[in-house]
T-cell receptor, first 116, second 112 residues
Framework: GAGVSQSPSNKVTEKGKDVELRCDPISGHTALYWYRQSLGQGLEFLIYFQGNSAPDKSGLPSDRFSAERTGGSVSTLTIQRTQQEDSAVYLC??????????????FGQGTRLTVV | AQSVSQHNHHVILSEAASLELGCNYSYGGTVNLFWYVQYPGQHLQLLLKYFSGDPLVKGIKGFEAEFIKSKFSFNLRKPSVQWSDTAEYFCAVYNQGGKLIFGQGTELSVKP
C-alpha cells in the first residue's frame, strides 16, 4: 500500500482479554516502530524492529506486552490480560534505515484501544 | 537513557504571533532530529528534519528549526502563525543505535 496501515482502527475489549494489533509498513521499509500515545503522555516508545529482529525491547511496559515481525514486513503487537491502564492509541511507524539515509519515519493512523 | 524534553505543554497564541517551541535532548552521540505535527484527527506527519550540514533547517508551511549542538537543542520556530497551525507538535531524536524517541508534545492553539 501507499502508507502505513494499522488494524483494527478501534478496539474495545474486556479487561483480562488478549488483543492483537497489526501494522503493515510501507513496502521496503526495514525499520518498524511501535509507540503508545496517551493523553498528556506524548509518544511512549515501546519497541522497534530492524528487519525481523528487535534489538531493544526495554520500552515494553510489562511482560504482558510482546511484538513480532515476520518476513521483514507485517508486525503484530500483542497485549495479554489487558488492563484498563492499557487504554491508549497504539501507533506504528516505518522507515528506511535512518542510520544510512536522509529519510523519515511514516506513521499509521493508529489503533485506539479501550479496555472496559 | 536517551530522553527528549519539550518545555511547553500547551501554548496559546493569536494569529500573526511568532512561535518558538523548545526541544532539548539528552544523548551525547550523533543524532538526527525531527519535528512532527499532528493535526486534529490526523496522523503524525513530518514538519522538518536535521541530519547534517546547515544547522538551520526549513520545513513545510513556513516552519524552521535550529540545531544547537552545544545546547542539545532543536527549537522550532515560525514568524507568524495561522489558525490552521493549531495542532500538537512533537520533537524526536534518533540515535545511531536505532531508537527514535519522541518528546511529550506541545499543544498549540491559535486564536483567530
Amino acid at each position: 500500500g501507499a502508507g502505513v496501515s494499522q488494524s483494527p482502527s478501534n478496539k474495545v475489549t474486556e479487561k483480562g482479554k488478549d488483543v492483537e494489533l497489526r501494522c503493515d509498513p510501507i513496502s521496503g521499509h526495514t525499520a518498524l516502530y511501535w509507540y503508545r500515545q496517551s493523553l498528556g503522555q506524548g509518544l511512549e516508545f515501546l519497541i522497534y524492529f530492524q528487519g525481523n529482529s528487535a534489538p531493544d525491547k526495554s520500552g515494553l511496559p510489562s511482560d504482558r506486552f510482546s511484538a513480532e515481525r515476520t518476513g521483514g514486513s507485517v508486525s503484530t503487537l500483542t497485549i495479554q490480560r489487558t488492563q484498563q491502564e492499557d487504554s491508549a492509541v497504539y501507533l506504528c511507524a516505518s522507515s528506511l534505515d535512518l542510520r544510512v539515509g536522509n529519510t523519515e519515519a511514516f506513521f499509521g493512523q493508529g489503533t485506539r484501544l479501550t479496555v472496559v | 537513557a536517551q530522553s527528549v524534553s519539550q518545555h511547553n505543554h500547551h501554548v496559546i497564541l493569536s494569529e500573526a504571533a511568532s512561535l518558538e517551541l523548545g526541544c532539548n535532548y539528552s544523548y551525547g552521540g550523533t543524532v538526527n532530529l525531527f519535528w512532527y505535527v499532528q493535526y486534529p484527527g490526523q496522523h503524525l506527519q513530518l514538519l522538518l528534519k536535521y541530519f547534517s550540514g546547515d544547522p538551520l533547517v526549513k520545513g513545510i508551511k513556513g516552519f524552521e528549526a535550529e540545531f544547537i549542538k552545544s545546547k542539545f537543542s532543536f527549537n522550532l520556530r515560525k514568524p507568524s502563525v495561522q489558525w490552521s497551525d493549531t495542532a500538537e507538535y512533537f520533537c524526536a531524536v534518533y540515535n545511531q543505535g536505532g531508537k527514535l524517541i519522541f518528546g511529550q508534545g506541545t499543544e498549540l492553539s491559535v486564536k483567530p
